[in-house]
């Protein structure tokens, strides 16, 4: 009964490199949250994104930020030219489809360090 | 604009006692409240929950409270077991919409004394 699956787990990236984290959703679940959390702080929501669709991006930074959830395969969220301000702790999530309830499981995090 | 509030950082209890985590919100919008629990260098775990239209759920050792006047929630957990020592997090949404992001709170660290 595999959860959600992020990776890498820690990634290590110089200012300007591009990042990549992968996120696998629990099985049967087809909606995929992001969240940052910030040293000493919660998490904040970035992107909500189903099948092949971006549902609220109201959370992603304007730049230099995407996130795809393709039709076969993970959800990626791509931070291009990072920055040491992006250094952080990035959470995936999933639910099922028509969630009665928003519970969203989450991954055990991607954490990114920029130097 | 911090929509959802821990405003204790940590707490401390007794093994055995009651641990009593609070969480204030702001929008009226929200109707469904949970609790999560967060290990060192892990993801958060879903705890408990609640909907706007109760004022109490319990799970076993877990009670969730909701005031929504006051617009308070709170975590109860009797008794306190060494292994509840987490980072506890409070969050809020809105299931209308069709928007599910959940607002955080800052978090309250829980150490548990053996």
């Known amino acids: 009964n595999a959860g959600v699956m992020q990776n890498p787990r820690h990634l290590v990236r110089r200012r300007g490199q591009e990042a990549r984290l992968r996120c696998s959703p629990m099985?049967?679940?087809?909606?995929v949250y992001w969240y940052r959390q910030l040293p000493e702080e919660g998490l904040k929501f970035m992107v909500y994104l189903q099948k092949e669709n971006i549902i609220d991006e109201s959370g992603m930074p304007k730049e230099r930020f995407s996130a795809e959830f393709p039709k076969e395969g993970p959800s990626i969220l791509r931070i291009q030219q990072v920055v040491r301000g992006d250094s952080a702790a990035y959470f995936c999530?999933?639910?099922?489809?028509?969630?009665?309830?928003?519970?969203?499981?989450f991954g055990a995090g991607t954490r990114l360090s920029v130097l | 604009d911090q929509q959802v509030k821990q405003n204790s950082p940590s707490l401390s209890v007794q093994e055995g006692r009651i641990s009593i985590l609070n969480c204030d919100y702001t929008n009226s919008m929200f109707d469904y409240f949970l609790w999560y629990k967060k290990y060192p260098a892990e993801g958060p775990t879903f705890l408990i929950s609640i909907s706007s239209i109760k004022d109490k759920n319990e799970d076993g050792r877990f009670t969730v409270f909701l005031n929504k006047s006051a617009k308070h929630l709170s975590l109860h957990i009797v008794p306190s077991q060494p292994g509840d020592s987490a980072v506890y997090f409070c969050?809020?949404?809105?299931?209308?919409?069709?928007?599910?992001?959940?607002?955080f709170g800052q978090g309250t660290t829980l150490q548990v004394k053996p």
């Open positions: 969050a809020a949404s809105r299931r209308t919409g069709n928007t599910g992001k959940l607002i």
């Open positions: 999530a999933s639910s099922p489809p028509n969630p009665s309830k928003n519970i969203q499981y």
């Open positions: 099985k049967g679940h087809s909606h």
